[in-house]
């Protein structure tokens, strides 16, 4: 997200209490668990570093059902932090941000709306039928094409696990 908006980043370390030192040393972390042959693959990698998912829910995507496991974000108490996996195994499918069940939505009307870290993929495709999923850039990024009453052509999203980062005009 720091790619995109990295004073935002440094407002919510600010908030969580942290540094961006101490934002190095959790990648750094993270990277060489990754890259361990000891640290666990899938699902349970999830479990070990962020302890028992607050939900476990049921997920259709095409004919197939996967698992959704979501984890609190003491950043955002509005969304979750949600792993899709594979049936029988645990693999993991996708992992991004996703707005909590009891959290309504923000109001999407106009382009204006759609300012950086005020929406989920979900929300945005919700709120600006029809949505269509676009390839995306990176593996943590995904891409929308919006149809916006206010825009004069279709819109560009940008998201980074799952959050809206930047809004760009479609390019003929």
């Known amino acids: 997200m720091a790619d ?7 407002d919510a370390l600010r908030e969580l209490g942290a540094g961006k030192g101490d934002l190095r040393d ?9 890259r361990s042959r000891t640290f666990p693959g899938g699902e349970r990698r999830y479990w070990v570093a962020l302890g ?7 997920r259709r ?4 059902t996967c698992k959704a496991l979501q984890w609190p974000m003491p950043l955002w108490p509005d969304l979750r932090f949600e792993v899709l ?17 009891e959290a309504p939505a923000p109001p999407l009307r106009t382009a204006a709306d759609l300012t950086p870290w ?3 993929v979900d929300d945005a495709a919700r709120a600006f039928p029809p949505a269509a999923p676009l390839p995306a850039d990176a593996p943590s990024r995904f891409r929308l094409a919006l149809t916006v009453p206010d825009a004069p052509t279709r819109l560009i999203a940008t998201f980074t696990w799952g959050l809206l980062q930047v809004v760009t005009p479609e390019r003929s």
């Open 52 to 58: 028992p998912p607050v939900a476990e829910l049921e």
């Open 85 to 101: 996996c594979a049936p029988g195994g645990g693999a993991v499918w996708n992992e991004w941000l996703v707005r909590a069940p």
């Open 118 to 120: 005020s929406c989920t």
């Open 26 to 34: 959790a990648h750094q972390k993270w990277q060489a668990r990754l």
């Open 61 to 64: 995507v095409g004919d197939l």
């Open 4 to 10: 995109f908006h990295p004073d935002l980043v440094e």
